[in-house]
């Protein structure tokens, strides 16, 4: 009966800590050994709590004790991501917000966060954006080496006109060794000099930059293409902003960008 008692108390406790615990294998470092069942991430600690499975002791580890972690994908998060696909925000917001909470340092937060940020670009709250990635990444910094959150904090920094706070992510991301992320830092860059009116700037340090030495990293050119056209165009040079559309239609027909040059944007 202890025991039981035990137990519920224990579970009373992970669960009244701010997060909800989720089910989790996680691995310790240097013994290699596995620990499954009840997790959270406590922030006031910075450790993870864990309630082994049929056992009522309760472990803390701090993230350097922890070599792997191990949790399903949250059952609602694929569709509130086709959710904020498919414009319907309000239905997405609540859910996102949630396994964001529940699953703080436990894989999944990072991607709720990457299009909850998304979604409150689409509806014109930027600094909303911006707090709530800042949020993820006081619990998470690594948050900011994954190129679809960091592409889309970034964007909602630019919007803000937070330069100077920008300028700097860009600058390590770039100097970084990821060439994904620096290639989304450069495109971002352009952008930054496009929006102050630099159209010059934007092609030479941002959106050309990418078109010619970052051809490996496929996911970026057709933004890079798409805005370098824009950018040509804005100058009156035509036959290079042709043929920066050209090379995207052709080299990139399924993508977003090469949509939008077939519906005349």
Not at 19 to 33: D, E, F, L, P, W
Not at 50 to 77: H, M, N, T, W, Y
Not at 91 to 96: K, Q, T
Not at 172 to 178: D, N, V
Request: a positive charge; aromatic letters at 8%; charged letters at 25%.
């Amino acid at each position: 009966i202890r025991t039981g008692l035990a137990a519920v108390l224990m579970m009373l406790l992970m669960a009244g800590s701010g997060h909800a615990a989720v089910r989790a294998v996680i691995t310790k470092t240097g013994t290699g050994q596995q620990l499954k069942g009840l997790v959270k991430w406590q922030s006031t600690t910075k450790q993870y709590v864990i309630q082994p499975d049929g056992s009522p002791v309760q472990f803390k580890l701090p993230p350097g004790d922890v070599a792997d972690i191990q949790v399903a994908r949250p059952s609602e998060l694929d569709g509130a991501i086709r959710q904020v696909e498919a414009g319907r925000y309000a239905a997405a917001l609540p859910v996102l917000e949630k396994i964001m909470n529940d699953y703080t340092m436990l894989q999944y937060d990072v991607i709720a966060a990457q299009y909850l940020a998304a979604a409150y670009l689409e509806t014109k709250d930027a600094r909303k954006a911006v707090a709530m990635c800042d949020r993820v990444m006081a619990s998470n910094p690594e948050a900011a080496e994954t190129p679809g959150f960091a592409g889309i904090y970034w964007q909602a920094l630019l919007e803000t006109e937070q330069y100077m706070k920008l300028d700097k992510v860009l600058s390590m991301a770039i100097k970084g060794e990821s060439r994904e992320l620096a290639a989304i830092a450069q495109i971002r860059r352009g952008d930054i000099q496009k929006q102050k009116g630099n159209i010059e700037n934007a092609l030479i340090d941002g959106y050309l930059r990418i078109v010619v030495f970052f051809q490996d990293v496929k996911d970026v050119q057709p933004e890079a293409l798409y805005k370098a056209a824009k950018s040509f165009e804005e100058k009156g040079q035509h036959p290079y902003a042709e043929k920066m559309r050209k090379e995207l239609l052709s080299s990139y027909p399924q993508s977003d960008y090469a949509k939008r040059v077939r519906a005349g944007a």
